[in-house]
């Protein structure tokens, strides 16, 4: 018996309000707002308010008590620390991650159908990702588990977490912005699955952690891996030319470059490379980010 | 902006060589076989060979060979077990069994990109995933966990690991029958949703782990458990008719009545049905399981 394997490339299965990607013009846009406007207007808290509320926070007061839900929210339980500190030293951090988002279902079991407890589980979500990620960074150095700072941004809380030192305010906005491209890319691979989880009526955490499954496949989010790697092996920017032509001589692919949906430029990589050109000068300045 | 939800209900995304559903004729094909054929003529590690491997074992060696990976896969690490032990104790079954698949990553990382390891990976996953879900069951009871029996089979062995109990050869032979019903159903959501994150390159684990949590969901594998639900607040045969009229009464709906896909007889009900009336039988004479 023949098999088909037509997949999904071209057909419509549904779409999504929260953003959409003009690949023409080389624009992604969250909830009507292109995001080159929202990383020089807004913080990371305010366009997570912008996805799930689908408006901008008009009042002072509407944000403070977001941020405040989203400080408080940044705790996991200690037994679940402990039981990452009980995993295997070499583990991969998204393999831990998939397993420790499901666990949180353990925890936190908010009622099902009801649109508070929802946003409830994506603040949940967003806050609890950060500790659970730095947690596994710290255990598996070696290193103490640092809390959560009640004090800092989003942003700043997690460098902190995963440092121990608390980043100065350029570092701060650089890794904001880098948050604010990432909050979210459409109907992707990722995002299909959490839908398709999501679909059966199994939980926010079910889908969330079958999402970064997805997410860790090296065809998506796992570029990002290969690319880190591919620095690693590369080591000295006088390399990089003799190591390009080796690979394409050999026919190799050479991860991230660029992401299908956009024919002309990601608008994305415009923001992350003036970025990264301003970290790479301030570390040759002081020694260390 | 509209949004679509369109689904994929009659949309050809890919198909399956592995099953196939013959709505019309209630029937439910495995590899070519009935599986009416596969319950009277093999046992769940023969059906899983089938399955795995695109044929019977012809031989005898082959089938012993296959039987020793399956038993010596059995096993999962002590260190799991242990840290399933400090998970909260009322936590979901699914939601554990979803998290510590993911885990299994951390511990057995055969290599990607070849038809052995990805073997390897689904003796693995058909092995400890019975052992996940009893040390959970026993942990959560508040009773010792226990090991793997290799004398006995996979259904025996699962029962014995549960309960503790070897259980006779009726008991074995009617679970071994509901383990070849439930061993593939086509291209499910749990199945659509382990290719999608498999698609993007994911392990195996990762993949099974999400199609868990897709499982879980009250519209799939979760109905199993509404149905559960419902028989416990039911409780007696003398209120049956009474629950049923009062719920037809309000609108409700009745869980786990039939599978959509099957226009005339679920065929795995028709076996099921035969196998629950014998077990009950069984239960009454000796008072127990």
Known sequence: METKNIGLR????????????????????????????LTKNSTFEETSYLLLYDKLPTKQQELNE???KLVEARYIPKQMQKNMANWRGDADPMDMLQAFVSALAGYYDEEFSNK??????????????????????????????????????HAANFLYMMSGEKP???????????????ADHTFNASTFTARQVASTRAHMYSAASAAIGALSGELHGGANTEVMKMLLEIGEIDKVELWIKEKLVHGEKIMGMGHAVYKTYDPRAQVLKELSRKLAVKSKDNGSI
Do not use: M
Not at 15 to 33: A, H, M, P, Q, V
Not at 168 to 182: G, M, N, W
């Open 10 to 37: 071209g057909i419509e299965v549904a779409d999504t309000k929260i953003s959409n990607i003009d690949g023409e013009k080389g624009k992604l846009i969250y909830r009507g707002f292109d995001i080159l406007d």
């Open 168 to 182: 100065d305010t350029e570092v701060e906005k650089i890794f904001d912005v880098c948050l604010i491209l990432h």
């Open 116 to 153: 508070d407890a929802s946003i409830e589980k994506a603040i949940n979500l967003i806050s609890k990702v950060p500790t659970i990620i730095a947690s596994w960074q710290r255990i598996r150095n070696g290193l103490e588990i640092i809390d959560p700072d009640s004090s800092l941004s």
């Open 66 to 68: 977001f941020n405040a």
